[in-house]
Antibody, heavy 119, light 112 residues
Framework: QVQLQQSGPGLVKPSQTLSLTCAIS??????????WSWVRQSPSRGLEWLGR?????????DYAESVKNRITISPDTSKNQFSLQLNSVTPEDTAVYYC?????????WGRGTLVTVSS | DIVMTQSPDSLAVSLGERATINCKSS????????????LAWYQQKPGQPPKLLIY???TRESGVPDRFSGSGSGTDFSLTISSLQAEDVAVYYC?????????FGPGTKVDI
């Protein structure tokens, strides 16, 4: 079973960058069969998939249109982890953020990080 | 994007009775290359991340009680709890992983 350990600040000021990291145990971020996603959840937007990265001889990335211009998901093979950066945040980005993996479906979830965007 | 809808929004069921949740997708989730429906169901309890119950529309995840079952194909799916237990009180979500962007239904709250 894969375990995902999230870290990062719970409070971000408007217009700044939200940054979260997800450390992986039980698998490799470079696995040729896994993908690594970020999902957020808020009362107004429900469960929202933000994007993913995966390795298939090269690194690939998919992002949701709603955040495509503001998001970067980055793998870090030296630390076996992946990260989320979301730029120019507004209060509407306030949500619980999860890192997720597992296929088919999404089997393994981090515990979640409540990120509040407020000055 | 594929839009997922669920019905009802909430339901209350007596202990030991059957609960059925419906999910509809805006396009078929049946992938021709593997002839499988790319549809999953999750259970979420307060303060916890969603837990995978069902994938491929009807395959139960390891360790999930057999009172949970999934059915359907194409665009119409159902999750059935055959005999509701107290620990099944939760919100249930359907989710399509047919292709990015992956999307979720709005959830159905099950209560006693």
């Amino acid at each position: 079973q894969v375990q995902l350990q999230q870290s990062g600040p719970g409070l971000v000021k408007p217009s700044q960058t939200l940054s979260l990291t997800c450390a992986i145990s039980g698998d490799s971020v470079s696995s040729n069969s896994a993908s690594w996603s970020w999902v957020r959840q808020s009362p107004s937007r429900g469960l929202e998939w933000l994007g993913r990265t995966y390795f298939r001889s090269n690194w690939f990335y998919d992002y949701a249109e709603s955040v495509k211009n503001r998001i970067t998901i980055s793998p870090d093979t030296s630390k076996n982890q992946f990260s989320l950066q979301l730029n120019s945040v507004t209060p509407e980005d306030t949500a619980v953020y999860y890192c997720v993996t597992g296929t088919p479906g999404m089997r393994d979830w981090g515990r979640g990080t409540l990120v509040t965007v407020s000055s | 994007d594929i839009v997922m809808t669920q019905s009802p929004d909430s339901l209350a069921v007596s202990l030991g009775e059957r609960a059925t949740i419906n999910c509809k997708s805006s396009q078929s989730l049946l992938y021709s290359f593997n002839n499988k429906d790319h549809l999953a169901w999750y259970q979420q309890k307060p303060g916890q991340p969603p837990k995978l119950l069902i994938y491929w529309a009807s395959t139960r995840e390891s360790g999930v009680p057999d009172r949970f079952s999934g059915s359907g194909s194409g665009t119409d799916f159902s999750l059935t709890i055959s005999s509701l237990q107290a620990e099944d009180v939760a919100v249930y979500y359907c989710h399509q992983y047919y292709g990015p962007p992956f999307t979720f239904g709005p959830g159905t709250k099950v209560d006693i």
